[in-house]
C-alpha cells in the first residue's frame, strides 16, 4: 500500500521505516530540510538500536522515501499517518499546534479518499477535531476518515517493539477505515484490539500514567526501605511474583523522564481537570517524581556538604539506556543544580554527549571515555544504567584517595561492593560504608 508519514521523529521515522519493512511503499515527510537531507542519504538522525541497518535496506528496494513537499508524499496516497511532536504546554497540556498544521496540510494536498492515521499522542476529542478541521479546509471533493491509532513503543527498542508488540490499539468509528488500517498491520503479527475513537486516545494516556504511578510508587517504596534498613530490590522481586502485580516497572531509581512520561501525565491532569475532575493520585505520582530526581543530590551533599570546587563525575546523560533522547533526562536537574553548587561537573555518555552539549550548562565539561571521567573525581553519580556502566572494571577507583559511588540505577550488587574498597550508595538499598580514614564526612 502507498502510505505518507508525517514527521520523522522516534515515533515517525521508525514507523516509516517498520512499515516499509513490511512490504509497503512508505514517503516520509518532514518541515525540516536538514533531516531530510541527511534520510536521504541513509543517515538516520536519531540512535535506536537496528533503525539505520533497516532504514539503509528499505532506501535501496526503493520502499523507502523522504521529501519536505507534502503534495509530493501525498499524491496517490491511501493513508497518512500523522507523527508529529505534542510537546507540553507551560500549564501542562498537550501542545497541538503541530498536529492541527498537519490536518491542514492534508487538507490541502490530498485529491483521493484518504485515510489518516494518528500516532501522535492527542488528548481526548482531538480526531475529531482534526476531523473537523480537515472536512473545513479539504480544497477537493474527496472522502477523509480519521482513526486513532496511539503508539506504545519503547525509545531503545523501538524497533524491535515495532514487530513484537503488545498490541496494537485502533480507534475508529468507520468500520471500513478500520479494516485497512488492520490489514496494512497484519504482517506484524501483533494482536489489534478495535475500539471507539475517544478510548483509543485515553488508553494511551492512561497506560502511560500507570507505568509513571508504578514508578513512583516503587521509588517511595524504596525511601521508606532506606529509612527502615530493608532492601527495596528484595522487595520488589518479591512483590513482582504475584502475578497480579506483575515483575516489570518495580525498579526503583532516580525517576522516569524521557519525551513521554513526564508530559503525558502532566497532559492527563489537564485533560481531567477540563473536565472538573481532580485527579489527585497522579498528582502525587508527578511530585514523587519530581522530589526523586533529586535524592543523589541530597546524598551526595550529606557526604560532602561543600561541593564548591568539587570534582564530581556523571556516568550516563541519557534518560534511559540505548537512546541519544536528552527530554527530561535526570542529567539536566542533576548537572544543572552541581553547577549551581559551585562544582566541577565532568560527564560521560556513550551516546547522548552530542545531544546533551546543545542542553545542559556550557560548564559542564564532557569526557571520552568512563576512566577519564572519573579520573581524579571526588564523587562518581551514576544517572543512566547502560551496560557499559554496569560493567566498569571497578579496579579503575581503586588509584583514588577516596572512591565514592553513588547509583542513581543501582548497577551493582551491594556484596560485591562490600569487598571493593568505594563507599556505594544506591536507592533503596544500604549503603556500603568505607573504612578509609579519609571519608569526607
Ligand atoms: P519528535 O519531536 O522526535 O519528532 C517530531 C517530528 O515532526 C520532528 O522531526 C518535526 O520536525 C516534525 N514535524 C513537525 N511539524 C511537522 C509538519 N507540519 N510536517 C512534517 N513534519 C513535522 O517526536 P516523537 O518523539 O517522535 O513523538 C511524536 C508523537 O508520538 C508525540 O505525540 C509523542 O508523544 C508520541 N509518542 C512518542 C514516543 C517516544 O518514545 N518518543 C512513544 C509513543 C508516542
Given at each position: ?97 503541530y ?11 490530498v ?38 491509532n ?17 498490541r496494537?490499539v485502533?480507534g ?10 488492520e ?30 504511578t ?25 512483590m513482582?511474583?504475584d502475578?497480579r ?9 532516580i ?33 514523587v ?5 533529586k ?12 561541593l ?5 563525575a ?22 544543572k543544580?552541581l553547577?549551581?553548587?559551585?562544582a ?72 560485591k ?25
Amino acid at each position: 500500500m502507498k502510505i505518507a508519514v508525517v514527521g520523522t521523529g522516534y515515533v515517525g521515522l521508525v514507523t516509516g521505516v517498520s512499515l516499509s519493512e513490511i512490504g509497503h511503499n512508505v514517503t516520509c515527510i518532514d518541515i525540516d530540510l536538514a533531516k531530510v537531507n541527511k534520510m536521504k542519504k541513509g543517515v538516520s538522525p536519531i540512535y535506536e538500536p537496528g533503525l539505520s541497518e533497516l532504514m539503509l535496506s528499505n532506501i535501496e528496494q526503493k520502499r523507502l522515501f523522504f521529501t519536505t513537499d507534502h503534495k509530493e508524499a501525498f499524491k496517490d496516497t491511501e493513508v497518512i499517518y500523522i507523527a508529529v511532536g505534542t510537546p507540553e504546554n507551560a500549564n501542562g497540556s498537550a501542545n497541538l499546534k503541530y498536529v492541527e498544521q498537519v490536518a491542514i496540510d492534508i487538507a490541502s494536498n490530498v485529491y483521493r479518499d484518504t485515510v489518516v492515521v494518528t500516532k501522535s499522542t492527542v488528548p481526548v476529542g482531538t480526531n475529531h477535531n482534526i476531523q473537523r478541521i480537515i472536512e473545513k479546509n479539504l480544497i477537493n471533493k474527496v472522502k477523509v476518515d480519521v482513526i486513532s491509532n496511539p503508539e506504545f513503543l519503547k525509545e531503545g527498542s523501538a524497533i524491535y517493539d515495532s514487530f513484537n508488540g503488545d498490541r496494537i490499539v485502533i480507534g475508529s468509528e468507520n468500520d471500513e477505515a478500520a479494516d485497512k488500517l488492520e490489514e496494512i498491520n497484519k504482517p506484524f503479527g501483533v494482536p489489534v484490539y478495535r475500539t471507539d475513537i475517544k478510548s483509543a486516545e485515553m488508553i494511551k494516556y492512561a497506560s502511560n500514567a500507570f507505568l509513571a504511578t508504578k514508578i513512583s510508587f516503587i521509588n517511595e517504596i524504596s525511601n521508606i526501605c532506606e529509612l527502615l534498613g530493608a532492601n527495596v530490590e528484595e522487595v520488589a522481586i518479591g512483590m513482582g511474583l504475584d502475578q497480579r502485580i506483575g515483575n516489570q516497572f518495580l525498579k526503583a531509581g532516580i525517576g522516569y523522564g524521557g519525551s513521554c512520561f513526564p508530559k503525558d501525565t502532566k497532559a492527563l491532569i489537564q485533560i481531567a481537570g477540563n473536565v472538573d475532575y481532580d485527579f489527585q493520585l497522579l498528582k502525587g505520582v508527578v511530585n514523587v517524581n519530581r522530589k526523586q530526581q533529586k535524592i543523589l543530590l541530597n546524598k551526595l551533599e550529606e557526604r560532602i556538604p561543600s561541593l564548591k570546587g568539587k570534582k564530581i563525575a556523571i556516568l550516563g546523560l541519557a534518560f534511559k539506556p540505548n537512546t541519544d533522547d536528552m527530554r527530561e533526562a535526570a542529567s539536566i536537574v542533576i548537572s544543572k543544580e552541581l553547577i549551581k553548587s559551585g562544582a566541577r561537573v565532568i560527564a560521560y555518555d556513550p551516546i547522548s554527549m552530542e545531544n546533551a552539549k546543545s542542553i545542559l550548562d556550557e560548564k559542564v565539561e564532557y569526557a571520552s571515555s568512563i576512566e577519564d571521567a572519573i579520573a581524579e573525581s571526588d564523587a562518581t553519580l551514576i544517572l543512566t544504567e547502560w551496560d557499559e556502566i554496569k560493567h566498569i572494571d571497578l579496579d579503575l577507583f581503586k588509584s583514588m584517595e577516596y572512591p565514592l559511588i553513588i547509583d542513581g540505577r543501582n548497577c551493582f550488587d551491594i556484596n560485591k561492593m562490600k569487598n571493593s574498597g568505594i563507599e556505594y550508595h544506591s536507592v533503596g538499598r544500604p549503603s556500603v560504608v568505607s573504612t578509609n580514614e579519609k571519608a569526607y564526612v
